[in-house]
């Protein structure tokens, strides 16, 4: 559906431009008199009787196509060298838009979506706080995923990258949970830094990022987003896109991406403590 739309507004814009071609040709050949039928060749070509403007738009068509089926010609030298620029321009313009075609159809849309905010997720089952965000996937499957998560901080108006963690997951269909556990101690120091902006009001600046190959084309694909802040937040659970029936999933859906449940002010001051 999104290869699509692309092609349909491509398309739009190529028939945009073919009007605008046709007609601005078409009056410049009917302004200046220089169409005539090849019927009054060669016996009165001076006194020839001026075609209305609707041959004038035929005339423009063909040449711009360069057909050229000779029922109308040009006449004198500007005649001549504007049906060779029309052609010209023809020939480029279709060249063009013909590329722009099959690189839209082949070409993978942005169609890989991630959560708007960074959040400190509470799993009840093991009663442990987790960073966590959502990446969806509308297109085709990828493969050998890396999901990449830095920790920036300002100093003398530098900007400088104090944390970097990455980890690889190798196949990712259409939904992909990140979940970092801040109580394993090797994530001491993101746990720290976490502590630092959300109840030290410090200004650091959080980047989720993904990259991956779809399983297709072999295109590589990156979706990268900072977070301040202002975008952390506690949160329960995220809301379920689809359901189970037996092995066969639901229709995903996509309007409730961003849709999360709000975990209770006392864990936030529980999260406060670890």
């Not at 085709?140 to 530098?158: C, D, G, K, Q, T």
């Not at 997951?169 to 949970?177: A, I, S, T």
């Amino acid at each position: 559906m999104d290869i699509l739309k692309r092609v349909m507004v491509l398309l739009t814009i190529y028939i945009m431009v073919v009007t605008l071609n046709i007609i601005t040709f078409a009056h410049l050949y009917h302004k200046h008199s220089i169409i005539v039928d090849s019927n009054t060749i060669p016996e009165d070509i001076v006194n020839s009787e001026v075609l209305p403007l609707r041959d004038a738009i035929y005339f423009s068509g063909v040449t711009y196509l360069t057909i050229g089926y000779g029922d109308i010609v040009a006449i004198n030298t500007l005649g001549k060298y504007l049906s060779m620029l029309q052609g010209f321009s023809g020939v480029i313009i279709n060249s063009i838009f013909t590329g722009m075609f099959l690189y839209y159809l082949v070409k993978r849309p942005m169609n890989i979506l991630i959560t708007n905010n960074i959040y400190i997720r509470y799993k009840e089952s093991t009663e442990r706080f987790y960073l966590s965000v959502r990446v969806g996937n509308k297109g085709r499957a990828l493969v050998n995923v890396n999901r990449v998560l830095e920790v920036f901080v300002y100093e003398n108006s530098i900007r400088k990258r104090r944390f970097h963690l990455a980890q690889e997951y190798y196949f990712f269909e259409r939904l992909l949970y990140w979940d970092i556990d801040l109580h394993d101690e090797t994530n001491k120091v993101l746990l720290d830094y976490i502590k630092a902006a959300v109840f030290q009001d410090e200004n650091i600046l959080f980047r989720i990022s993904v990259i991956g190959t779809d399983v297709e084309a072999g295109e590589l694909v990156f979706l990268s987003k900072y977070y301040s802040k202002h975008n952390i937040h506690f949160i329960k659970d995220y809301v379920s896109l689809y359901k189970w029936r037996g092995h066969q999933r639901t229709e995903i859906n996509w309007k409730d991406f961003q849709k999360t449940r709000t975990l209770d002010h006392d864990h936030a001051e529980i999260f406060r403590n670890i």
